[in-house]
């Protein structure tokens, strides 16, 4: 009896499996996505996902040798977004906060000249008059949001973030206003008196802010160099000049603080430091197919209107053409800029380099469905990408049943370490994977060959020396090199080898095989640090004896791979020390 009762469950068993099967696997490319996307921007909000924050230092550490023209800085207007929807008031400060820690680096901000009273004010002069008759000041209160509030705001980022892991660009773009009160009008002092007669002398005690006598215009730095060597990172940019013509400031006294985009002879009021500028509304912008550099030294900027907003496409677009976008656009709620950050990079595709251990190549439809998440379309690339992920599949298959070890590519560990480029930007994949590769001629920069035969990734290397001439494995530095390369993709090929690993530690990203982690002496010093202390002594004894009676109970060929386990495990909280 009680064998009958388990062959029929056995049976039953068996009979839904089949069933179960084709399930699982429609269900495991959904899960897949629900993996992949489970580290995405819109999940973390506020914070900065780990995947961005790794991706957002990658890129910059790629474009270190890029002057400033090559330079994305994704930006919004702050009155339109922000301040327009969440108050003239300390509310705001914290939202401008959360902007700066996701990523975003270009800000429009407008300040209003009260001409009467002689201070900077942050409201516009309807929103004053507003306040005014309401009389309960909940926003445009000078006590609690002012100019050196927003710089104080600024400051405790830029402290924060002024290490090597998260120290980056930044630019104001400021429009500057008059305003004129009706003489026998009254306002209080309240929404008036913030005390603020001269704006070099608040922009002066921005950390790090770049001043325009180390700049030479015509010749722009290097990120680097702006970044390491001056020590430097946020461009004060008056970018519109609204002041009345009898204004009473005198904005030649900030000279040697403000850059200009204006052009001194049109505006008389301009006699200091002009950087050059391209400041267009974002359907104005031309992209030259595949124009491998800027001809002239300017900085980029593409905004959109609350009329014609973004779209992620016109967003994707305006950074591939080398454009900095600045949403001007009003969201219903702050968090929904989340689907343009994630686009906001040149160099990575979209979730990438990923924290799972999903490589995102080796799930079907990965582009349309990528496109289903709202991110840019592709038509025409649509049907080859297809083909493509049929033969993937395929090929994964095979080489995971032989799995010779080329690459070191030893299970979850070393899993997604290698980078290629496809049309949607970097994609973290197998290093073992073969594919053809991107050259670049040593003595020439713009010379880019394609490999003869597709390797894996170290096989690439030993690919491009081989080649005639004087060639090596190259990787992107910026965004118009990235689609340059993107043209050459073969037909029938969806993704090429660029020189991008993180073989030498987890998350973080190097150019070149040999070349080991930058931040790695930050790191162990930072342990050292933490060791002395006689608690982490005491710890620290603890665990290598953890450690001795792990090995005891271990069989011994695993020890290797515990090892690194277990040291990947303890090291990854420091070395990754990526901002949340
Ligand atoms: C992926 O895209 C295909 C085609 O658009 C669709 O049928 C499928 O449901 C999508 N899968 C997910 C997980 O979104
Ligand atoms: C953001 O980070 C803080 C501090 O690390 C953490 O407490 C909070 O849970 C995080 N929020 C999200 C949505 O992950
Ligand atoms: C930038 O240039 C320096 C000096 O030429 C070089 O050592 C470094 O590898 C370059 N960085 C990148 C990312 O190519
Ligand atoms: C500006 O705002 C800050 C608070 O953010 C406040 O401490 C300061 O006193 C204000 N300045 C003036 C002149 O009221
Ligand atoms: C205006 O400011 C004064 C002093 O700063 C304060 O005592 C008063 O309560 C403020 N009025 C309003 C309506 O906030
Ligand atoms: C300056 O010009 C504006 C109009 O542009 C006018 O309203 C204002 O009264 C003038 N101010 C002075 C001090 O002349
Ligand atoms: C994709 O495959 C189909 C049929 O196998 C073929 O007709 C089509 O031309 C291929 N497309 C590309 C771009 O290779
Ligand atoms: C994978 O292996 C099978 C059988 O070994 C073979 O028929 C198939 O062509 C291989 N696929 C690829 C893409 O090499
Ligand atoms: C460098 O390579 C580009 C592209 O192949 C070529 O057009 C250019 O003439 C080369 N420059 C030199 C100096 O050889």
Redesign the pocket.
Known sequence: MNYLIKLSVLLLYQFFSVNAIQLLEQSSVLQSWETLTSYSQAREWPNLSRNRAIGIRTQRDVSENSTLEYTIAPGLDLNTVVFDSYGYNSDSLDKFRTLMNVGVQSFVIHLYYDEINQNWLMCPKDKILEQMNS???TEC?V?TFNLTSIVSTLNAFLTDTNNDLDINLMFLLLELNSINFNTNQTI???LTDSGIQSLGSIFNSIEKVVSPLNVDNNALPTLRTLLFKLSQRVFPVVIDNNLSPNTSYNLSDDKYTFFTSLDSNTDASVTFNVLDMEIKKEDDVECQTFQISFDNSSLHFAYDTDDDPFTLQSYWESIKCGYSPIINHSFNNLSEITQFLEVSLWSWAPYQPTQTGINELSISDIFNNLTNRGIPYYVSYLESIRNYTTVFMEDSANNSSDNDNGDGDDGDEYSNRCAVLSKIGWIATSCDEKFYAVCVNSKNSSDFVITNDKKSYSKSIIECKSIDGDYELTVPANTLQQYYMISLIPSGEDVLWINLNSLSSENCWVVGIDSTCPYQAVVSHHIFVQMITPSSVMGFLLFILFLVMQFQQLPVHRNRKYWRKLLNEKLKNDYDGVPS
């Open positions: 009389k309960n000041y209160d006590s209080p002092p309240n």
